[in-house]
C-alpha cells in the first residue's frame, strides 16, 4: 500500500468543479482519496498550480506511420539528442521523435494518457508494441474506418446495424478504442488516385457518399455505446474554401447522446480556410465558431500550427499527394488493403508565409472564438500543425492577447487582412486552459468513468504541478513565464507514483492501454458471418484466425465494456 | 594567444577522440573535455597542451593540432572566430557547420570535411575523404557558404547539395561531385566522373576530363573561363534537366 499526499495544492479540477482552491489531496493505490495515513509520503505543493494529468485527444505519437516518418528522415534525429541517464532511454528526434522520447516529454509536461490519432486496423500490433514503448502514458487508439470495404458496404444496404457489428468486431480484434474517420471515401478513392471534393461526392465502386458514412458511423457509435464519439478529420483537408464542406458536415449532425458530444472533429483548422485558391485563402474561424457554439453536441480540437519545421503525417493520402506537389520534397505514400491509406511528408510553417501565417491565426481563432471551452480541445494535431512540445506556447498565446499582438508584429503584415485574430481580445484563464487541456478531453474521450481528468475521491491518481502561481501573476503579462511553467512540471504524478519532477523522469513507468470492448448478441457477431468470412478469405492478405491483436501485445490491457443497443 | 596540442602517446591508438569542444571560442575557459571512444576525458589527458599569449575574444585565438591528429573527429565543429591549423593529417567531419574563422589542414582530411559549413575558409593541403563540402543524410541543403580549397584529390560526392559558397578542388574528384548542387560554384582543377547529377542551380567548372557524363544536360554552347591565370575555352551544359534544373556546367574543351 502506498500512500501520498499532495500538501498545500492550487487545484483546478473543472470536472469536480474546483475553480482554484488550496486543498490537499490524498492518494492511495493509485486512486484519490479521503484521507491517508500519517506515514505517508508528504509533497509541498507551496500553492502551485496543480492539475489532474494532461490528456491529448489527437496526436500522433506511435504506429506505422509515425514509425515510417522517422525512417525518411534522419536529419530530424539530429535534433533533441538526450543521452542515457539514470532510468532513462537515450531520445533523439524533434518532430518524430523516438517513442521514450515521446513519452519523457509529454511526461515533463505533466501528460499521463494519449490517443493515437490513427491507427490502421491491419497495422494494430505495430502499434501496440510502440504503445508499450511508450510507458509513461496510458494510450488509446482511434481506429481508421474510412475506407472500410464491409463499413461501405453496410453503409449502402443502408444497414445501421450491420456497419456496428464491423465496428464492434474490429475495435475489439485490433484493441482500438474509437471510430476514426480521415478523409471518408477519399481514402478508399485514393486507391484509384482520385480523391472525393464534397461530402456528397461518391466513392468510386461503392455507389456511397461521404456524407453516408458520416451519418451511419455516428448511429452505429451511439448503439454501440462507444465512451467516445465518431473522431472525423473531414474530407477536403487543407483546400482553399474548404469551410462548407466542414460546415455542411456540422448540419448534418444529429445529438444523440446527453453525455458527451455526437461528434468529434479533429485539427479543425486545417478545414476552415476560404477564398478559392492559395492566393486569397483567408480565414473563415468565425463562421465555424458560429456553428460550433449553436451546436453543444459538437465538440473540436484547434489543430493549431507553430512556425518551424516539422512532419505531416496522416491517414489522409491524397491530401499529403497535394501537399507533395507544392513541396517536392520526400515523399511517403501508403495504401492500407481494404481499409485506408496514408501519406508523410516534412514540411516548414514559415513566418514569411501569407498562407502559413493565416493557418496559425485560424487555429487561435476558434480557441477563442468558441464560447465554451469543453467544445475545444487545445492540440496541434502532432506533429501535422506542430510537435507537441509547443503546446505551452499555445497556452501562453491564448492567455495573452499582448503575446499575440508581439508575435503579430514578426509575421506577414497582411495576415490581419485576412484573418481576425487581432481584433479578438479574449484571453483564456487558468480554467479555461485546464478545460482545453484535460477536463474537457476527458469528457469527449468518454474516460471520465475510469477516473481519468478530475482529481476527486475514486479518481485515478494522475496529477501535474506546474511551477505556477495563479494568484501571483497575470498571465496577459508574464505570457513568458507561463509558456516555461506549463512545459516543465515540478512533478507529475502517474497512478499515485512520482514519474518526473523538474524536468527528470525518475521511473521506468508501465501504462496500460485502453479499448473499447462493445458486447453485441450472437446474429451480429461477425465471428460467425459467412459473409464477413469470405471477405477475409477472398481479399485480404492475412486470415481472419491471424487478424485479431494477441493479447500479448498488450501487457497492461484495460477493457472499457460496452452493452451495444442492438 | 596560440594554443598548441600534440597528442600523448595513447594505450589504444585506434580508439577515435571526439573533439568537437576543439574550437577557438571554447579556449577563452578552461576544463574542455574530450571523449576517447565512449569515455568522456579532460583535454590534459589526451595532448600536451602549451598555451602562449593572452586573449580576449575568439578572434584571436589559434589552436595548434599536432602528432597523431588523424584519429581526432569533429574538431571545429561549430567554430565562429579564430583560426585552426593542423600539421598533420584529421579525422572525419572537420569543421562541421562552421560559420567564420578558418581551418587550415597541412595533410589529409578524412570524410565530410566542412559539411554544412555556413562561412568562413578550410585549406586542406592533402587529400580528402569522400563527402568533401558535402550535406548530410536527410538534409537537403548542404554548405551553405564560406570556401574549402582542397589541393590534392577528393573522394566520391565532393560538394553533394551545396547550395552556397565555393568549393574550388585543384586535384581530380571521384564519383559524382556535386550532385543535387543547388547554388554556389564548384571548381575541379582536375578529372572527374558523372559530375552534377539532379542539379538545379550553381555553376560547376571542370577543368580536366569529365569521364560519364550524363545525358541529361543540355549543351547551350561555349564560353571562355580564367583559371590560374590562363583562359581556357569552355563547353557550356545546362541542367540537370531530369530535375527540371538550371545550373550550369563548364567543361574545358
Known amino acids: 500500500m502506498t500512500e501520498l499526499l499532495v500538501k498545500n495544492a492550487f487545484v483546478i479540477d473543472p470536472l469536480s468543479g474546483v475553480k482554484g482552491e488550496i486543498m490537499d489531496l490524498a492518494v492511495r493505490d493509485g486512486k484519490i482519496v479521503e484521507e491517508v495515513g500519517s506515514g505517508a509520503v508528504v509533497i509541498d505543493a507551496e500553492g502551485y498550480l496543480t492539475l489532474p494529468g494532461g490528456i491529448d485527444s489527437h496526436s500522433h505519437v506511435c504506429g506505422t506511420k509515425v514509425n515510417f516518418g522517422r525512417y525518411m528522415s534522419p536529419e530530424d534525429m539530429r535534433a533533441g539528442r538526450t543521452v542515457r541517464k539514470g532510468v532513462m532511454h537515450v531520445t533523439s528526434g524533434y518532430s518524430v521523435p523516438t517513442t521514450f522520447g515521446n513519452s519523457y516529454r509529454y511526461s515533463t509536461m505533466g501528460y499521463t494518457t494519449v490517443l493515437e490519432g490513427a491507427m490502421a486496423p491491419l497495422e494494430a500490433r505495430h502499434t501496440h508494441e510502440e504503445f508499450t514503448a511508450t510507458p509513461h502514458q496510458d494510450m488509446l487508439a482511434n481506429t481508421l474506418f474510412d475506407g472500410n470495404w464491409s463499413i461501405m458496404e453496410a453503409v449502402k444496404d443502408k444497414d445501421v446495424k450491420r456497419a456496428a457489428a464491423v465496428v464492434a468486431w474490429t475495435l475489439s480484434a485490433v484493441r482500438g478504442f474509437s471510430i476514426k474517420l480521415t478523409n471518408p471515401g477519399g481514402t478508399e478513392a485514393w486507391g484509384w488516385g482520385e480523391d472525393v471534393h464534397s461530402i456528397d461526392d461518391p466513392v468510386p465502386n461503392f455507389e456511397v457518399t461521404p456524407a453516408e458514412i458520416i451519418d451511419t458511423m455516428i448511429r452505429a457509435n451511439e448503439l454501440l455505446n462507444l465512451p467516445h464519439s465518431v473522431h472525423l478529420h473531414c474530407n477536403n483537408l487543407g483546400v482553399p474554401g474548404n469551410y462548407r464542406t466542414t460546415l455542411e458536415t456540422i448540419e448534418r449532425v444529429p445529438d444523440l447522446n446527453p453525455d458527451r458530444q455526437s461528434l468529434y472533429l479533429t485539427h479543425v483548422q486545417f478545414h476552415a480556410y476560404g477564398g478559392s485558391t492559395w492566393r486569397d485563402i483567408c480565414s473563415k474561424s468565425e463562421d465555424i465558431a458560429r456553428a460550433v457554439n449553436q451546436r453543444p453536441y459538437i465538440a473540436i480540437d484547434m489543430g493549431q500550427i507553430m512556425f518551424g519545421r516539422t512532419t505531416t503525417m496522416t491517414a489522409d493520402g491524397p491530401m499529403e499527394f497535394k501537399l507533395y506537389m507544392l513541396h517536392h520534397n520526400k515523399w511517403s505514400n501508403h495504401d492500407v488493403e481494404l481499409e485506408t491509406a496514408s501519406g508523410i511528408i516534412p514540411v516548414y510553417y514559415s513566418r514569411k508565409s501569407l498562407v502559413n501565417c493565416v493557418m496559425w491565426a485560424i487555429g487561435l481563432e476558434l480557441a477563442l472564438l468558441i464560447k465554451d471551452p469543453w467544445q475545444c480541445m487545445l492540440a496541434t494535431d502532432n506533429p501535422n500543425g506542430a510537435p507537441f512540445v509547443k503546446y505551452p506556447e499555445i497556452i501562453a498565446l491564448l492567455m495573452s492577447s499582448r503575446y499575440r499582438e508581439k508575435e503579430g508584429g514578426m509575421i506577414d503584415p497582411r495576415t490581419g487582412h485576412f484573418a481576425p485574430l487581432f481584433a479578438i481580445d479574449r484571453e483564456l484563464d487558468w480554467y479555461d486552459i485546464a478545460v482545453m487541456t484535460r477536463a474537457g478531453q476527458a469528457k469527449a474521450l468518454g474516460i471520465t468513468r475510469m477516473g481519468k481528468g478530475y482529481l476527486a475521491p475514486g479518481a485515478e491518481a494522475d496529477i501535474a504541478i506546474y511551477p505556477l502561481k495563479p494568484d501571483q501573476m497575470d498571465p496577459s503579462t508574464d505570457y513568458q513565464q507561463v509558456a516555461a511553467g506549463f512545459s516543465r512540471t515540478l512533478y507529475t504524478i502517474k497512478r499515485g507514483r512520482i514519474v518526473a519532477r523538474d524536468g527528470e523522469v525518475i521511473v521506468e513507468g508501465a501504462n496500460s492501454t485502453i479499448w473499447s470492448g462493445a458486447q453485441v448478441p450472437h446474429e451480429y457477431d461477425l465471428n460467425h458471418d459467412s459473409e464477413f468470412v469470405k471477405k477475409f478469405e477472398q481479399y485480404y492478405t492475412v486470415r481472419m484466425r491471424n487478424y485479431p491483436v494477441q493479447d500479448v501485445y498488450l501487457p497492461r490491457g484495460v477493457c472499457i465494456g460496452t452493452q451495444s443497443s442492438l | ?253
Open chain 2, 1 to 253: 594567444m596560440r594554443v598548441i596540442l600534440k597528442t600523448k602517446p595513447r594505450a589504444k591508438p585506434r580508439v577515435p577522440i571526439e573533439a568537437e569542444t576543439i574550437i577557438p571560442q571554447n579556449f577563452l575557459r578552461n576544463d574542455i573535455r574530450v571523449y576517447e571512444g565512449n569515455k568522456e576525458r579532460r583535454l590534459e589527458d589526451l595532448f600536451y597542451v602549451t598555451v602562449e599569449g593572452p586573449a580576449v575574444s575568439p578572434d584571436q585565438v589559434e589552436v595548434i593540432l599536432m602528432g597523431d591528429t588523424g584519429i581526432i573527429k569533429r574538431v571545429g565543429e561549430y567554430m565562429n572566430a579564430g583560426r585552426i591549423v593542423i600539421e598533420g593529417d584529421i579525422g572525419m567531419h572537420c569543421g562541421n557547420f562552421m560559420s567564420a574563422g578558418e581551418i587550415i589542414i597541412k595533410g589529409n582530411a578524412d570524410a565530410w570535411l566542412g559539411r554544412e559549413m555556413r562561412g568562413g575558409t578550410i585549406r586542406c593541403e592533402g587529400n580528402t575523404g569522400h563527402y568533401c563540402a558535402a550535406g548530410y543524410r536527410g538534409e537537403k541543403r548542404g554548405m551553405r557558404g564560406g570556401t574549402v580549397e582542397v589541393l590534392g584529390n577528393v573522394g566520391d560526392y565532393a560538394a553533394e547539395y551545396l547550395c552556397g559558397g565555393e568549393v574550388h578542388i585543384h586535384g581530380n574528384c571521384g564519383d559524382m561531385p556535386g550532385v543535387e548542387m543547388r547554388d554556389g560554384t564548384l571548381i575541379i582543377g582536375g578529372n572527374c566522373s558523372r559530375p552534377c547529377g539532379n542539379m538545379t542551380g550553381g555553376t560547376c567548372k571542370i577543368f580536366g576530363i569529365a569521364g560519364q557524363f550524363l545525358p541529361t544536360f543540355h549543351r547551350i554552347g561555349t564560353e571562355e573561363a580564367e583559371y590560374k591565370g590562363k583562359r581556357y575555352p569552355m563547353d557550356a551544359f545546362r541542367g540537370d534537366i531530369a530535375n527540371r534544373g538550371k545550373g550550369t556546367i563548364l567543361v574545358k574543351r
